[in-house]
Each structure stands twice: as C-alpha cells, then as structure tokens.
C-alpha cells in the first residue's frame, strides 16, 4: 500500500477485528462448544476466509450475491470448530 497510515489504519482495524473473534472462540472453547487448540489462529482463520469470500464475490466469481457466499464459508469454518457431540 503507499499509504502508510491507511495501512496502519487497517492493520489496527484488522487486529482488533481478529482479537474479538480470538475472544469469542476462546469463550466457546471454555463452554465446551469449540474445540480450537489456538483461538486467535482459528479468528485469523475465519477473518482471512471471510474476507476473501467478500472479495472474490466483489469480483463477480460467485453465482450469488456475496451475503449468502459468506454465510456458506462462516457455516463451513464453524462447523468444523465445533466440538462433536456423541451419538
């Protein structure tokens, strides 16, 4: 980017965004809901996934609207965060 402080900007947008989600899985972890061994790399994880389904959905690669393309990789990364229950 040329602009340092933009990038600085979004660094610290980015960071914060990643930290709430970091607490969110870490408060599932302890419920017994998510079993993640590295709550901020499964947040970086979901935001990276997140954010590149928003833009290849802005570039026109995806047959729907970006809101359902999101919802489907949200739904996929939660899922597998999710602990199992025993049948």
């Known amino acids: 980017m040329r602009r340092k402080s933009f990038r600085r900007y979004l660094q610290s947008y980015y960071d914060e965004y990643i930290e709430h989600l970091s607490a969110i899985i870490a408060e599932g972890?302890?419920?017994g809901v998510f079993h993640a061994d590295?709550?901020?790399a499964a947040?970086?994880?979901?935001?990276?996934?997140t954010e590149g389904a928003i833009l290849l959905a802005a570039l026109?690669?995806?047959e729907d609207n970006w809101g359902?393309?999101?919802e489907r990789v949200l739904s996929f990364i939660i899922?597998?965060?999710?602990?199992q229950d025993p049948e």
């Open 68 to 70: 359902p393309e999101v």
């Open 43 to 49: 947040a970086f994880a979901l935001a990276a996934a």
């Open 29 to 31: 972890k302890e419920a």
């Open 79 to 83: 899922q597998g965060l999710q602990t």
């Open 60 to 62: 026109g690669l995806t």
């Open 38 to 40: 590295d709550p901020r």
